[in-house]
């Protein structure tokens, strides 16, 4: 019988500032509405932001994980992820980001797969910069989320990607605009982005979703699509969020 295994969807950018952690948190609140079990796991090791943002405070992260399966010490995945509530764990990046140079790749990908067999979503966060890390973690993904703002360089970043998915054959991505980033600056309209990125944006982030209350619900810890006062708000993107869910719940692995 096959063991069934969650899927791993991993946000990532071209550029920093885009809102990934905010975009990972958010999907998370919407896979929990949906009844999932979600891990997010937090491969930003130069940020630690989700459990920040969270308020989760522990001494495990990550480096444990890989200290422990170096050292033949590994035991359940339970024993490593901060809880948030009955549905969402986080593995957190390490709180200290030199002991982020002593995570090797040779183990990330056997933790997104010890971890797929207890969740039934992996969302993985990461920074902007590609390295053997997060070639590793891209490979062990079934659908890439890549995160974009309205900026010339960042379009021109996101054409260059394209091309190198289009030469490898790859097509497990999906493009955000977020325009609730710079929601008062917009250079071009989605038209013109298609033109200069030979491709199309899948998905938006409306700009109605910049608000002035974000910093409250950070400090809070709260997650904006779980919270109602948002959900009532900001009803278009709640509704974009949920296509976005649904439609990676629906890609297979290629």
Do not use: W
């Given at each position: ?6 899927k791993?969807?991993?946000?990532t ?12 948190l ?8 949906m009844g ?8 930003d090791?130069?940020g630690s ?5 969270l308020?989760?405070d522990?001494?495990r ?8 399966l ?8 339970d024993n490593?992820?901060?809880s948030y ?5 986080v593995l957190?990046?390490?709180k ?8 090797g790749?040779?183990?990330?990908g056997?933790?997104?797969?010890k971890?797929?067999m ?6 993985v ?5 590609i ?5 590793i973690?891209?490979d062990h993904s079934?659908e890439i989320?890549?995160l974009?703002?309205?900026?010339p360089?960042?379009i ?7 091309s ?11 493009i955000v605009l977020?325009e ?11 038209y ?8 199309n ?22 997650i904006?699509?779980l919270?109602?006062?948002v959900q009532?708000k900001?009803?278009?993107?709640m509704k974009?969020?949920?296509l976005?869910?649904?439609?990676l719940?629906r890609?297979?692995?290629?």
């Open positions: 019988m096959a063991v069934k295994q969650g791993i969807f991993t946000v950018s071209m550029k920093g500032g885009t809102g990934k952690t905010t975009t990972v958010n999907l998370a609140g919407i896979f929990k509405r999932k079990k979600v891990l997010i796991i937090d491969m090791f130069y932001a989700v459990a920040a943002s308020n989760l522990g001494d992260s990550i480096y444990n994980v890989v200290d422990d170096t050292n033949n010490r590994f035991d359940y995945i490593y992820v901060l509530d009955d549905n969402i764990d957190a990046a390490p200290d980001p030199r002991i982020a140079t002593k995570i790749s040779k183990y990330l056997i933790i997104l797969t971890a797929s207890k969740y039934d979503i992996l969302l966060d990461t920074n902007y910069v390295d053997e890390n997060k070639l973690i891209l079934d989320i890549y974009m703002t309205n900026d360089i960042d021109k970043n996101m054409k260059s990607m394209i190198i998915y289009k030469d490898m054959d790859k097509k497990n991505y999906k977020n609730a980033i710079d929601c008062n600056r917009s250079y071009f309209n989605k013109d982005i298609k033109n200069i990125m030979k491709d944006v899948d998905y938006t982030i409306p700009s109605s979703f910049h608000m002035k209350s974000i910093d409250k619900l950070v400090l809070d810890g709260k904006m699509t919270d109602k006062t009532l900001n009803k278009k993107a974009n969020f949920d976005i869910a649904k439609a719940l890609e297979k692995k290629k």
